[in-house]
């Protein structure tokens, strides 16, 4: 009986792996036929152009928590009705968007209706309706491509009667209008590739346009700069920019280096370089610029401003005791530690917000390449007193800015209150 047993068993385990072979042979397939659909569906070459896309429309900053396997989720959003947090696209069936179709993936990114309902406004579905359907379909075939991974999403932490997706309906009546990108007749090709890829797939109005109550975008104030976290997205208006002679090249370093002679990124968009605008062709780069400064011509780089140092201002002393051993003793910056202060646009703001806010809470250390990253800033809250934030932001801005040295306490205190109150 034994030898006819293990005959049995021997038999049962290869048709047992046969089977397992034979099924995972299917499952493979039925993925790659589903894949292959949604390629096909949006036409050759979708998938790679996909990928390019998912890339500038930030998918990965967003949809990926820090030290998080990426695209699944779990990344949080402070809004001023609780923390949202992100969730998973790969195309896992039961935790990711595997179950959704191209016609549901086309709602929720241009509509924010998902399968489960209505998705809050921190997606910013009110940027990408403006993506043709030729670009949807590419995103969509792209991450129907990738490996499912099946990571459960977080909760919302949001208060009643936020809570009550039902309401986002009556959101999106008010709130958003789904439109159709439109280019301007009187604009260079340039110039409107640059629109279309800043305010549809790089959704930029959404961090630097303010928010009414209802945290509707204010379209007569856009790109005029809000508050996010505790530090200021900035005016990234074309009078702005000109204003402080940014040019294409610097903001080309910006976006892929996140470093330029007028200084660094910092905060939320050290994450939208180095996932996102740092992955732009060169034509798409100027494009962007093109749109941002509104023009394609060649814009001159003026001397940086330093106005020589005033040793009798109280913030000298503060200045070479806190800042200079890194900035340098003329505002000099160092390659790969710290930016410089001459010609910085975060002085050279008319908003004194970031001096302030930098000095507060710090930097967090950057890195980009090989050859590209900068050191942590520490911050000096529990170091430097009220006044003393004064003096030193004032001497900052009458040294390296045209910006007037006029900051009082009340300032200072009602920036402290901003600042702590959002992050």
Not at 38 to 63: F, P, S, T, W
Not at 119 to 142: C, F, G, H, V
């Amino acid at each position: 009986m034994k030898p006819s047993y293990l005959s049995y068993l021997a038999r049962f385990n290869k048709a047992r792996h046969q089977l397992s072979q034979d099924l995972l042979l299917t499952l493979g397939l039925s993925l790659l036929a589903f894949s292959c659909s949604a390629a096909n569906d949006a036409g050759e070459g979708a998938i790679e152009r996909g990928a390019y896309l998912m890339k500038i429309g930030d998918c990965v900053a967003c949809h990926t928590s820090v030290g998080g396997r990426e695209l699944t989720g779990g990344l949080p959003f402070e809004t001023p009705f609780g923390a949202v947090y992100s969730t998973n696209i790969t195309p896992d069936k039961d935790t990711g968007i595997g179950q959704y179709s191209y016609d549901d993936f086309f709602d929720a990114m241009h509509h924010g209706v998902g399968i489960n309902g209505n998705l809050y406004p921190a997606m910013p579905y009110t940027s990408y309706s403006l993506l043709t359907n030729e670009d949807t379909k590419a995103i969509y075939a792209y991450l129907m491509s990738t490996k499912p991974i099946k990571q459960a999403n977080l909760d919302n932490d949001v208060s009643f009667p936020f809570n009550v997706r039902f309401g986002l309906k009556a959101w999106n009546l008010v709130a958003h209008d789904a439109e159709v990108f439109a280019p301007k007749q009187d604009k260079s090709e340039s110039w409107n590739r640059g629109n279309y890829l800043v305010n549809a797939l790089g959704h930029c109005a959404e961090c630097h346009t303010p928010r009414d109550s209802l945290f509707a975008m204010e379209q007569d104030k856009h790109f005029q700069g809000a508050v996010i976290e505790g530090l200021e997205a900035s005016d990234i208006t074309p009078a702005e920019l000109n204003r402080q002679n940014w040019t294409h090249d610097d903001l080309k370093s910006l976006f892929t280096e996140g470093y330029s002679r007028k200084g660094t990124v910092f905060g939320g968009m050290y994450p939208v370089v180095y996932h996102s605008f740092s992955h732009l062709t060169d034509t798409d780069m100027f494009a962007v610029s093109s749109y941002l400064l509104d023009t394609d011509e060649k814009i001159e780089a003026k001397a940086l401003t330093f106005n020589g140092h005033q040793r009798e201002l109280p913030g000298y002393k503060l200045y070479m005791g806190y800042c200079a051993g890194c900035h340098g003793q003329k505002g000099e910056g160092r390659p790969n530690v710290a930016p410089a202060m001459a010609g910085n646009a975060t002085l050279g703001k008319a908003s004194p917000h970031n001096i302030v806010a930098v000095m507060l809470k710090g930097i967090k250390s950057q890195h980009y390449n090989t050859t590209t990253s900068f050191y942590a800033m520490p911050a000096y809250a529990d170091k430097l007193s009220d006044e003393q934030l004064r003096d030193l932001a004032n001497y900052l801005r009458v040294t390296w800015s045209t910006q007037p040295g006029d900051l009082d306490m009340n300032t200072i205190n009602d920036l402290k209150e901003v600042i702590f109150e959002h992050g």
